[in-house]
């Protein structure tokens, strides 16, 4: 009777274990701020999970980028990678060297929703011919500022080009407590050697006419930065700035933060629209004009990307699914109106909701038009070392250690050790 009673507790146990056994688990390793916008995420996983009861995804912040690559390292080494990654699109280059990754060209061949991918965004999920990635947002960078700050200097006209800028910075500088010091800067620079920094960069680099490549090889080893005339100007530019004084560093790896520019310390910071949630819980008044041109107009195209690990293939094919939801036209909607993203997806793009809210903040449609002069960053391995040593020689130069020229010629030197 005993032998009895165990087989039929140990059965009823099995059947009730039954259903959670086919539930697939699913991380997803990622980084998005400021924190109103992983709350805006997390209630769109929850809706994820409550509509997909096989499949349950748990979200886990895990630092910034520049914070999170150790950690994707140490995991693909020790093989306890997450079975999805957010992170921007340089990555992939790295990510196919090491073997981590699957390539999604066949699910996506399949999935209805590819048709609805901006077609603009698939040079950042290509490399060597496959695509590795979907894209999970976009955006671009431009200077928000604060009108009533601008209007109080007597300023009426936006700057349009770099010199514009400089004497607009200059205009809105003040000591405004009396105290000789001062308090009020017409710009914030970021200051650290992250990408962030390089990312907010690279449009007056292009602006000035200088390329991270050369031609059209997309490898580290055509990098050239020593006779890099609009790597120079920009970081001349970027130094002047600091030199005349109207313009502030931020806290050090913290340049994405816009509490100056919100508090009125500061009246124009370049950041994305990744921010208008921010600005909007703030209450403060603010607007967005395109990024000031030398030569050219040019804006760095950014947002970031979901990677599908090895892992199962059972695991894969639920990671997949997510990231189909991730980029239909109801996520992305809900996440452009909830942070400020712009959509990858026409179709939300073209939905009366997204419509209606442009109407209510024109300043994403400065984001949109100037997206046509968007470039990207390289994508091949060890574009990581690039960015951290342009990242130092941008700092040296914003800290007054080495002037723009000297800057460049060191991280060369350094970039060619590497390489060669």
Known sequence: MLFVAVLVVTGCQAILRQPEAKVIHITLWQGVNPP????????????????HPHIQVE???????????????AAVVGNAPPDLLWYNPTIAGQLVELDAIISVDEMLAKSPVKAEID??????????????????????????YRPSLFKAAGIDKLPQTWEELR??????????????????????????KSEFTVFTWLPFMWSGGGELVSG??????????????????????????????????????????????VNGKVAMQVTGPWSLGEFQQSGVDFDVFP???????????????????????????AAFQFAEYAVSEAFQTELALGTGYLPVNV??????????????????????????????????????????????????VLLGKNSPAEALKITQQRLDLIFQ
């Open 347 to 396: 179709r939300s793009r073209q939905s009366s909701k997204y419509q209606k809210f442009i109407q209510k903040f024109p300043q994403i449609q400065v984001f949109l038009d100037q997206a046509k002069f968007g470039r990207s960053r390289p994508i091949f391995p060890n574009y990581s070392r690039i960015s951290d040593n342009l990242g130092r020689a941008i700092e040296s």
């Open 291 to 317: 990024i000031p041109k030398q030569q050219n107009p040019a804006t760095s195209i950014g947002g970031e990307n979901l990677f599908l690990f090895k892992t199962t293939p059972e695991q894969q094919k």
């Open 167 to 192: 004497q607009v910075a200059k205009k809105l500088t003040r000591d405004s407590d009396g105290d000789r010091k001062i308090d009020k800067y017409g710009m914030l620079l970021p200051l650290g």
């Open 36 to 51: 109103q916008n992983r709350d805006v995420l997390q209630k769109l996983v929850d809706k994820f999970n409550q509509t």
């Open 59 to 73: 979200s886990l912040y895990v630092g910034q980028q520049d914070q999170q690559m150790p950690k994707i390292l």
């Open 216 to 261: 059209d090889v997309q490898q580290a080893a055509a990098v050239n930065l020593t006779e890099n005339q609009g790597a120079i100007a920009a970081l001349q530019f970027w130094r002047d700035l600091i030199t005349d004084g109207s313009a502030m560093l931020s806290e050090p790896e913290r340049g994405y933060e816009v509490n100056n520019l």
């Open 119 to 144: 077609p603009t965004l698939f040079a950042s999920m290509e490399y060597q011919g496959k695509i590795w990635s979907i894209p999970f947002a976009t955006n671009n960078v431009g200077v928000f």
